[in-house]
């Protein structure tokens, strides 16, 4: 059973940051694309941002120039770095890895931005 593992969330003031990371050590990370989606209370999941298996990236727009994601295809990992936190990015996080039909998906790590 293929299992990602994330960490790096909390509490934080808004306007302040997080890094979230992602490692996925049981699959042939190099292949893959990774993301990250969250899920607000009573909302459907959405994308926030991905990355290729060959480094292009992919944000949705309400990220765009706060959030940023990367690789390391070494460590098998991923990570999100979100600055300018706004209440609204509240929600619980989950790393996702897709090649083709192939899918796995983290336990979510829960990002809070409040004062």
């Known amino acids: 059973q293929v299992r990602l593992v994330e960490s790096g969330g909390g509490l934080v003031q808004p306007g302040g940051s997080l890094r979230l990371s992602c490692t996925a050590p049981?699959?042939?990370?190099?292949?893959?694309?990774m993301g990250w989606y969250r899920q607000a209370p009573g909302k459907q999941r959405d994308l926030v941002a991905l990355?290729?298996?060959?480094?292009?990236?992919n944000y949705a727009d309400s990220v765009k120039g706060r959030f940023t994601i990367s690789r390391d295809n070494v460590k098998k990992m991923v990570a999100l770095q979100m600055n300018s936190l706004k209440p609204e990015d509240t929600a619980v996080y989950y790393c996702?890895?897709?090649?083709?039909?192939?899918?796995?998906w983290g336990q979510g790590t829960q990002v809070t931005a409040s004062s």
């Open positions: 990355i290729t298996s060959s480094g292009s990236t």
């Open positions: 049981g699959i042939g990370f190099s292949n893959y694309a």
């Open positions: 996702n890895a897709r090649r083709g039909l192939v899918d796995f």
